[in-house]
């Protein structure tokens, strides 16, 4: 069993939990995971929610954006966080393609994400367009999370990585995206790239809990991808990112102190060293000396 911060008890976190948190105005915790190590490390640390989100795609598997990877590799990526986690609520991104054929091919994904990955929730991007399909999923005893604003699997029809609902049109969109994602019944609504008080119109106005990611403060709880915060991405950071620790240069210490100690012959050390039992060294130092005098 887990424990608080306090010493307490940690309780299971569930969709009702996220609820119960925005009704009580507490902060709600996510951040990203893409493997065993990483969400055993996030879930003791008491976060709420752990996401499996498509940006594996760049951070772990090197491709240039989100849509490249495909289920298999996100469910590969789910099963592995699953064996980590025991108390927060574990949500897969669905990736590009794996929702957007048909409705039917939707559920089966998202039923595999839950079956095969261990999965407690599935995340879809888009609003009034998912609407209903958030509901067909939903209808499969699986609970979907929304993702609206910068939908990274947008990428090219938006025409790159940029704020959204910075016009009145975009605004008046984006509330009835949220609103939509709200009466579908959505676990939470993650609003991603759009301004702070746009993000605090529709924390404002739906029931369902909101995860700002670059939204600003008044979002019902916050996401980072593990990564960003660590230092661990290459190249700039968002505007958004705010940077706990640099693993990067922990990491690249380590990697060069120990080439340094392999080529100084100092690693391993006799005492990092297994030696035979005094029995064993004592018969085979006779056996090497009969050898020897053999060959003489």
Request: contains cysteine; charged residues 25%; glycine residues 8%.
């Amino acid at each position: 069993m887990s424990l608080t911060p306090l010493g307490e008890p940690r309780q299971k976190i569930t969709i009702a939990s996220l609820r119960e948190k925005k009704l009580r105005h507490e902060p709600i915790t996510c951040l990203t995971a893409y493997d065993y190590a990483s969400a055993r490390l996030v879930d003791e640390a008491g976060i709420d929610i752990i996401l499996v989100g498509d940006s594996l795609a760049q951070t772990m598997l090197g491709y240039d954006n989100t849509l490249s990877v495909t289920t298999d590799e996100m469910l590969h990526h789910t099963r592995a966080v699953r064996r980590g986690v025991k108390n927060a609520l574990l949500v897969a991104d669905m990736p590009y393609g794996s929702y957007h054929v048909n409705p039917d091919e939707a559920v089966r994904n998202a039923a595999r994400f839950v079956k095969e990955g261990g999965a407690e929730a599935v995340k879809i991007e888009g609003g009034e367009k998912r609407a209903d399909l958030i509901r067909r999923i939903i209808d499969a005893e699986i609970p979907v999370t929304g993702h609206i604003g910068l939908t990274p699997q947008s990428v090219n029809v938006m025409g790159g990585y940029k704020v959204q609902g910075k016009t009145l049109a975009a605004i008046e969109q984006l509330m009835r995206d949220a609103v939509a994602l709200d009466r579908a019944g959505a676990a939470c609504i993650y609003l991603e790239g759009i301004p702070r008080e746009v993000a605090a119109m529709i924390t404002a106005e739906v029931a369902t809990p909101t995860i700002g990611i670059g939204a600003g403060p008044e979002c019902d709880g916050q996401v980072l991808v593990f990564h960003d915060i660590l230092n661990l991405t290459f190249g700039p950071p968002a505007k958004f990112v705010r940077r706990y620790a640099d693993a990067a240069a922990l990491i690249s210490d380590a990697v060069h102190g120990f080439r340094a100690d392999v080529i100084s012959r100092q690693y391993p050390s006799d005492q990092e060293s297994y030696h035979l039992p005094k029995e064993t060294q004592s018969a085979l130092d006779t056996v090497l000396e009969r050898k020897r005098a053999m060959r003489r």
